[in-house]
């Protein structure tokens, strides 16, 4: 007989009322979470007693603003094109004081948004953000996040950085704070890269597996980031950092996919035939050894480092299909039978239900504050 499901626990209370500043409003991970909002809507009013209303959204391009809650699916039909006075007066009245609860809902990938991080979460906004540039910065800058979020109270949630909806960095923060110390992790976190090994491994040339992967929109715009591991060393700073590891970005010792990748784009074609040859040789000396090709992330105390590695085919992360990820951490504790957590690391929709995970934990904190402070000013008054 199949299992009926337990009901949702509904509070007695009414759902209290958070607003939502949705930044990269029309990016894929920004549309499916928009989706995902007008979806799930009133099931989390139900069960996590939170009215999440868009009160705003934007991107390069447009901004739309609404006391009452914008419909997140119908965004195009109200967006009028950016004006920065228009954001600057949001943030102002978001930051004033008896504001309700609010938060900031980074679906983007730019460093002047991660700047203002600080100053938001100073003036108790919380956020919510699948951007990595942040964390990825020098450490100082880490550093002044985390002290911004822990004076004000503000939370301040990224899980989605590293491993889109795999619980990989709440399960790196129970682990410090239970004091049990993180020795090593290594991981393989790069969709792209996975792709492009995949297609390796099954005998194309380099030159075509990267045109393909150009083509089916795997890549950055410039797949030069991808070669050179560019994100793959951000997430590597996030999860090293949360780890309890001090990292500065230029500790991050890297070894390219492709050395074609030292040069522009543009001279690329000259290179090609030379990295088919490194690529077609690689690939027969790891056939005829029963290894295979993989791109580690990897820290522990003698460092970090981005390396292919020619790993024994039955390897976990060795037989890994493209597009999951999988990290392995060793503890003081687990570290004959290491941690390992995996699932999908990349895609929009998942990614974007990561994203709503945080919401609703960072809009949960955000309400608990609102009211034990109303319930402290009610006993002042
Ligand atoms: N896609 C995934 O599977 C995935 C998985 C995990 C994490 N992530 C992370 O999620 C973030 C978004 O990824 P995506 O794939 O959705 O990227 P995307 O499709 O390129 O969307 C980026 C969005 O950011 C907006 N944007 C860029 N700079 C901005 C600025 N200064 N102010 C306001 N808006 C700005 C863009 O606006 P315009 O369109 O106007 O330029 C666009 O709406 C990235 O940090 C990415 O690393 C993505």
Not at 8 to 13: K, V
Not at 62 to 83: C, K, M, N, S
Not at 124 to 133: D, S, Y
Not at 207 to 221: H, I, K, N
Request: charged share 25%; net charge neutral; hydrophobic share 45%.
């Amino acid at each position: 007989m199949p299992l009926s499901r337990l009901p949702s626990p509904s509070g007695a209370r009414p759902a209290a009322r958070l607003d939502l500043v949705l930044v990269g409003a029309r990016g894929q991970v920004g549309t499916a979470f928009r989706r995902r909002l007008a979806e799930q809507h009133a099931a989390i009013a139900r069960r996590a007693g939170i009215d999440l209303r868009l009160l705003a959204a934007f991107d390069r391009r447009g901004f739309a603003y609404d006391l009452e809650g914008l419909a997140p699916t119908e965004l195009d039909a109200v967006l009028q094109p950016r004006r920065e006075d228009a954001i600057e007066a949001l943030f102002a009245h978001l930051q004033s004081p008896r504001q309700a609860p609010a938060l900031v809902v980074d679906c983007t990938a730019s460093d002047a948004i991660a700047a203002r991080y600080p100053e938001w979460l100073a003036s108790g906004l919380g956020i919510a953000t699948a951007n990595k540039r942040a964390n990825a910065r020098e450490l100082a800058f880490y550093r002044q996040i985390q002290r911004a979020a822990a004076a004000s109270g503000a939370p301040y949630r990224f899980e989605t950085t590293v491993g889109a909806a795999i619980p990989i960095l709440g399960p790196l923060r129970d682990l410090a704070l239970r004091g049990e110390g993180v020795r090593a992790i290594q991981g393989v976190l790069s969709g792209s890269l996975s792709f492009l090994l995949e297609r390796l491994h099954s005998g194309q040339r380099f030159s075509a597996a990267l045109a393909e992967a150009q083509s089916l929109g795997y890549t950055e715009p410039d797949a030069g980031e991808d070669l050179r591991a560019d994100d793959l060393v951000r997430k590597l700073l996030v999860l090293a950092r949360e780890a309890g590891f001090a990292l500065e970005p230029h500790e991050v010792s890297v070894t390219p996919f492709a050395e074609c990748a030292a040069s522009h784009p543009d001279q690329w074609a000259a290179h090609l035939d030379a990295e088919d040859a490194r690529w077609a040789a690689r690939i027969a000396h790891a056939k005829a050894s029963g290894t295979r090709w993989t791109i580690l992330a990897e820290v522990d105390a003698a460092g970090a480092r981005i390396a292919l590695r020619e790993l024994d085919a039955t390897s976990p992360f060795a037989t890994l299909p493209a597009g999951q990820n999988l990290v392995r951490i060793e503890t003081d504790l687990q570290h004959e039978r290491p941690l390992w957590l995996g699932g999908p690391g990349a895609g929009p929709d998942i990614t974007a239900a990561g994203v709503l995970s945080d919401v609703i934990a960072a809009g949960q904190a955000l309400v608990r504050g609102a009211q034990a402070d109303n319930r402290r000013r009610s006993v002042a008054a």
